[in-house]
């Protein structure tokens, strides 16, 4: 299995997604300016789609599209997604939600946008965060242990910081305790990044510690 991702990029909750069922995986990354990967290949003759998330099967095949990369994923590992009878169900209505309505609405941010829209799209953010922060289930969205729509969503949360729109408490506190995630810390490792998890991170190990000791 091969993932084209480029940093930062939703393609990272790929990458965590990947890093928690401890597969083996390729990755290269895509400079999505230039559409050139890391090793200089033409990015458009993987996929015309020029964009990521793409994911590379063993039998050659290429998945794209984020909700049916993820969905594909927590299909094959399980422990990715979340039992029971509306399962899939439930992972794929978050997934929907976080792509198509969330990710969506960063798109002022990065596009040519006036301050309006970007104000516009900050409160749309926050808005739509805090009705996906209601069905919060427990540490995760689906209980005591992250689904890949917690590794889409945190993607949201590195984003809503960058683009400081406001967040939730209970997503601040997920923030953290996804930061403190081993495959987490290693994707971004990966990725370049970890410099914008560190203090997250070290926060939630006090905090435990605090809890811990206190
Ligand atoms: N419909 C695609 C969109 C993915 C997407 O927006 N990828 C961004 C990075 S987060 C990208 O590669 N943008 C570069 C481009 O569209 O040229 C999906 O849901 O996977």
């Known amino acids: 299995m091969k993932l084209y991702y480029s940093p930062l990029a939703c393609s990272l909750a790929d990458h965590i997604a990947l890093l928690e069922a401890g597969v083996p995986f390729e990755r290269e990354s895509v400079n999505l300016k230039t559409k050139r990967t890391a ?6 003759a993987v996929t015309r789609k020029g964009y990521v998330p793409a994911l590379v099967l063993d039998s050659g095949e290429i998945l794209t599209e984020n909700i049916a990369v993820l969905d594909w994923l927590a299909t094959e590992y399980p422990t990715l997604g979340i039992p029971g009878n509306l399962g899939r169900t439930r992972v794929l209505e978050a997934l929907v939600f976080i792509s198509t309505e969330v990710h969506r609405s960063f798109k002022p941010m990065w596009h040519a946008s006036s301050e309006t829209q970007k104000a516009q799209a900050k409160a749309t953010i926050s808005k739509l965060l805090d009705i996906l922060s209601e069905r919060l289930a ?11 729509a917690d590794f889409y969503l945190f993607v949201m949360l590195l984003w809503a910081e960058r683009y400081d729109v406001g967040i939730p408490a209970p997503f601040v506190a997920l923030r953290r305790r996804m930061a403190s995630r081993p495959a987490v810390q290693a994707a971004m490792r990966q990725e370049g990044l970890i410099s914008l998890i560190d203090s997250e991170a070290n926060a939630h190990t006090r905090e435990e510690r605090d809890h811990v000791t206190g």
């Open 138 to 148: 427990g540490n995760y969205l689906f209980g005591a242990t992250p689904s890949v």
């Open 39 to 44: 090793s200089g290949a033409d990015f458009n």
